[in-house]
């Protein structure tokens, strides 16, 4: 049910989050949000449904109590942005103004500083809970790049054909493919005649209505299309429906 709505539960914040605005939900307010933010006008969320989901994902069914007082770790179903941080506290917000305000009320002893530290910040939503609370990143995987990753496989495939090659062998009997497929070692033992029968294209005279029947199951896939919610379109076209 979530992942028709393109929602997610961050388990750490214990909260519904939307994938595509990175920002917490409620159940009360999901259907409101899909059909302002994500033009999905003829959607109905069943509400009980979503709160017995939600209960079973260990998700609240109001906003998690954020302090701004301290230091979170990166929420990893909410959007991350850059802010500016106090210089005697853990707070922090995105304009210098807010800082002013703060540090005039909280730190009226103290020199207001002339710049503040940049740091990390994240808030639950854009309406109401949009205050901005100070977030430590998660550390990133180191990713290897692609062109490396490519000349890896190529040396692998140079060693493997390198071990084995022998004498007066056939090139097309064992190959890089054949080694990562192991398909020579499947059918090893069995009479190829009969497995080349078993994997041939049908006759005509071969399962009748077969083909009309895979007709009519595309055309429906097809007539189906119109009626998707837009995401689960953005679900079907890339593997990450933010970056749409």
């Known amino acids: 049910m979530l992942n028709s709505l393109g929602l997610v539960v961050d388990p750490v914040l214990k909260s519904l989050c939307c994938e595509a605005c990175e920002v917490s939900l409620i159940p009360l307010h999901v259907e409101k949000h899909v059909r302002g933010y994500h033009g999905c006008t003829h959607i109905h969320i069943d509400l009980t ?25 990166q929420y990893a179903g909410l959007r991350l942005d850059d802010g500016i941080g106090c210089t005697y506290c853990p707070y922090a917000c995105i304009s210098t103004s807010n800082m002013m305000k703060h540090c005039g009320e909280k730190h009226q ?19 109401a809970h949009k205050s901005f609370f100070h977030v ?15 000349a890896n496989l190529q040396n692998l495939m140079y060693s493997a054909e390198e071990e084995f090659i022998v004498e007066g062998l056939n090139s097309r009997q064992i190959s890089p493919w054949l080694l990562s497929t192991c398909w020579h070692e499947h059918i090893d033992g069995y009479n190829t ?15 009748p209505g077969l083909h009309e029947g895979l007709q ?3 055309e429906f896939g097809l007539e189906a299309m119109d009626e998707l919610p837009e995401l689960v379109l953005q679900k ?9």
Not at 58 to 69: H, K
Not at 110 to 125: G, Y
Not at 236 to 244: F, H, Q, S
């Open 109 to 127: 002893s103290r020199k207001t500083p002339s710049s503040w530290p940049s740091v990390p910040v994240q808030c639950l939503d854009k309406q």
């Open 216 to 218: 009519l199951l595309y």
């Open 49 to 73: 449904q979503l709160e017995k989901v939600c209960d079973d994902l260990g998700a609240l069914r109001n906003f998690p109590p954020i302090s701004r007082d301290e230091t979170h770790p």
């Open 236 to 244: 079907l076209n890339t593997p990450d429906p933010a970056k749409t």
């Open 136 to 150: 430590t990143p998660q550390k990133k995987l180191n990713v290897m790049q692609d062109d490396i990753y490519i």
């Open 193 to 207: 005649e009969e497995l080349r029968k078993l994997v041939a294209i049908p006759s005509k005279t071969e399962f």
